[in-house]
């Protein structure tokens, strides 16, 4: 890999490459871009096959957190950390040592909670640095405000599809009722919509059943279900060559993240298909909303408000993609560079002012 090519084609500010021998740590903080403020991403551990994956692992989550920030509307710009180790060999000292060095980076990077690290770890590396959200949950956890986010989603994504309003007897079919999927559901439930639902785990799809009135559908069954919208809250890599062939629903609509297993190939696939696609990071980004608002001293009603523009935002990435017949993906893409361009311009104007 040609380091320094493929960070300016991808438009990286900073990588930090991350070493210490006592403790055995290796880790890789990509910093993609700060116009918009502090680069926020969370840290993942993973045993990588080697590290030009960690690498690239950190290069392409970072870039998409910026997309993610700037869609969202909130002053936060994109980053991504990588530790490279076997979850067995993970220990609080190795999690201290990398908090120094998230600290050494004085909040130009922001970090969180992803694969392989706990909450209890979280605290581990809030012990070394302040440059960390999550450790308070004072917002009672990101599910609910994420779920709103995609229920303000579908709602935009009826609108522009067949411009109505009006919600009630719509079919959606939710692939994972856990913690984003049960939250979505009542507002669905609450709107009068019929809703499908599978989850690998019945313990979920019974708990929901006491709650609501939905039928419950084999997981191999649920995303080629002739209803109105597909929501995929489960897993990622859903929409590929194997199963776009198979989907029905005209609008997707759901809180997974990553939820294209190509982006390009895959969102092209949709769009020649007639489906429109919500982007999981503009849909889901009411757990950045979030974190974001515990790092600021939470203010729900504030919160709240700020995940409404979900729904506003969509609607400008719907009409994008119509206009300049373009996938919807690449509209919100779009939607986000002009808002970053738009900042540096100001910026430079004020330095020369
Ligand atoms: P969760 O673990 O609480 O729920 C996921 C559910 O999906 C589980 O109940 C699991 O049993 C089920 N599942 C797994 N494989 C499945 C399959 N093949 N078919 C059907 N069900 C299956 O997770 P969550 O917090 O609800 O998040 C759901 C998705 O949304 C994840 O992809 C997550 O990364 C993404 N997301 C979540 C948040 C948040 O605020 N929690 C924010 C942004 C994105």
Redesign the pocket.
């Given at each position: 890999m040609l380091l320094f090519e493929t960070v300016r084609e991808m438009g990286h500010e900073q990588i930090l490459f991350c070493h210490g021998k006592n403790p055995d740590i290796r880790a890789i903080i990509a910093i993609h871009d700060t116009t918009l403020g502090p680069a926020m991403g969370a840290t993942r551990l993973f045993p990588y096959l080697n590290e030009e994956a960690a690498l690239k692992d950190a290069l392409r989550l970072s870039r998409g957190m910026t997309y993610k920030a700037a869609c969202a509307n909130i002053p936060a710009g994109g980053g991504k950390a990588v530790i490279i180790a076997n979850p067995e060999n993970k220990t609080d000292e190795m999690l201290r040592a990398y908090g120094r060095f998230v600290n050494s980076l004085n909040g130009r990077f922001i970090t969180g909670q992803d694969v392989n690290i706990t909450p209890h770890d979280v605290r581990t590396i809030s012990q070394e640095t302040n440059f960390v959200v999550g450790v308070s949950e004072k917002s009672g956890?990101?599910?609910p405000?994420?779920a709103l986010g995609v229920f303000l989603g579908i709602k935009a994504a009826v609108e522009f599809r067949w411009q109505t309003q009006r919600l009630e007897g719509l079919k959606v079919a939710i692939?994972?009722?856990?913690?984003?999927?049960k939250n979505l559901c009542r507002h669905l439930h609450e709107q009068g919509m019929k809703l499908y639902v599978?989850?690998?785990?019945p313990v979920?799809t019974e708990e929901l059943k006491k709650l609501f009135d939905v039928t419950v559908v084999n997981?191999d069954e649920?995303i080629s279900l002739d209803v109105d919208i597909f929501a995929p809250?489960?897993?990622?890599g859903i929409l590929n060559s194997h199963t776009i062939p198979f989907l029905q629903a005209p609008i997707i609509a759901g809180?997974?993240?990553n939820q294209l297993g190509n982006e390009q190939l895959h969102s092209q696939m949709l769009a020649k298909k007639g489906i429109l696609y919500c982007p999981d990071y503009v849909i889901?980004a009411?757990?950045l909303i979030?974190v974001y608002n515990e790092m600021i001293g939470y203010d729900e009603e504030k919160a709240f408000k700020q995940v409404h523009n979900i729904y506003y935002t969509l609607l400008e990435i719907f009409h994008i993609a119509k206009q300049q017949g373009i996938t919807t993906n690449d509209a919100a893409k779009r939607l986000a560079e002009d808002r970053i361009l738009n900042t540096k311009h100001s910026k430079a104007k004020e330095i020369a002012a």
């Amino acid at each position: 890999m040609l380091l320094f090519e493929t960070v300016r084609e991808m438009g990286h500010e900073q990588i930090l490459f991350c070493h210490g021998k006592n403790p055995d740590i290796r880790a890789i903080i990509a910093i993609h871009d700060t116009t918009l403020g502090p680069a926020m991403g969370a840290t993942r551990l993973f045993p990588y096959l080697n590290e030009e994956a960690a690498l690239k692992d950190a290069l392409r989550l970072s870039r998409g957190m910026t997309y993610k920030a700037a869609c969202a509307n909130i002053p936060a710009g994109g980053g991504k950390a990588v530790i490279i180790a076997n979850p067995e060999n993970k220990t609080d000292e190795m999690l201290r040592a990398y908090g120094r060095f998230v600290n050494s980076l004085n909040g130009r990077f922001i970090t969180g909670q992803d694969v392989n690290i706990t909450p209890h770890d979280v605290r581990t590396i809030s012990q070394e640095t302040n440059f960390v959200v999550g450790v308070s949950e004072k917002s009672g956890g990101p599910a609910p405000i994420t779920a709103l986010g995609v229920f303000l989603g579908i709602k935009a994504a009826v609108e522009f599809r067949w411009q109505t309003q009006r919600l009630e007897g719509l079919k959606v079919a939710i692939q994972g009722v856990g913690n984003v999927g049960k939250n979505l559901c009542r507002h669905l439930h609450e709107q009068g919509m019929k809703l499908y639902v599978s989850d690998v785990n019945p313990v979920k799809t019974e708990e929901l059943k006491k709650l609501f009135d939905v039928t419950v559908v084999n997981p191999d069954e649920i995303i080629s279900l002739d209803v109105d919208i597909f929501a995929p809250c489960a897993l990622g890599g859903i929409l590929n060559s194997h199963t776009i062939p198979f989907l029905q629903a005209p609008i997707i609509a759901g809180a997974a993240n990553n939820q294209l297993g190509n982006e390009q190939l895959h969102s092209q696939m949709l769009a020649k298909k007639g489906i429109l696609y919500c982007p999981d990071y503009v849909i889901n980004a009411g757990g950045l909303i979030n974190v974001y608002n515990e790092m600021i001293g939470y203010d729900e009603e504030k919160a709240f408000k700020q995940v409404h523009n979900i729904y506003y935002t969509l609607l400008e990435i719907f009409h994008i993609a119509k206009q300049q017949g373009i996938t919807t993906n690449d509209a919100a893409k779009r939607l986000a560079e002009d808002r970053i361009l738009n900042t540096k311009h100001s910026k430079a104007k004020e330095i020369a002012a």
